[in-house]
């Protein structure tokens, strides 16, 4: 059974930092794509950041390009996301998901994912 985790959300001021972490199991890690994703209250999930399934090749969206870092580790089957220079429209429920293809270049659409975790939620104060 395929399992993400993440942990890491919190309560933050704006302009502060927060690192957020997905640990999985039982899927190759190594093999897979992976992706961050976030919805706030009465919005779609929006894509935040991918990953290539080497670690070599990133991806962000507009608004959090030069704030936000996605990384992951194969050998710990994790992927990160550091978030710098928060906003208060930074504030969803953040997922991390896993791309519905091993050895396959990340996509932005949520529907190109189909293993998700629960999130978790950031919160970024004014």
């Known amino acids: 059974q395929v399992q993400l985790v993440e942990s890491g959300g919190g309560l933050v001021q704006a302009g502060g930092s927060l690192g957020l972490s997905c640990t999985t199991s039982g899927l190759p890690f190594s093999s897979y794509a992976m992706a961050w994703f976030r919805q706030a209250p009465g919005k779609e999930r929006e894509f935040v950041a991918a990953i290539s399934w080497g670690g070599v090749n990133t991806y962000y969206a507009d608004s959090v390009k030069g704030r936000f870092t996605i990384s992951r580790d194969n050998a710990k089957n994790t992927v990160y996301l550091q978030m710098n220079s928060l906003k208060p429209e930074d504030t969803a429920v953040y997922y991390c998901?896993?791309?519905?293809?091993?050895?396959?270049?990340?996509?932005?659409?949520?529907?190109?994912?189909?293993?998700w975790g629960q999130g978790t939620q950031v919160t970024v104060s004014s």
């Open positions: 998901a896993a791309f519905v293809r091993r050895w396959s270049r990340p996509s932005y659409m949520r529907g190109d994912y189909n293993n």
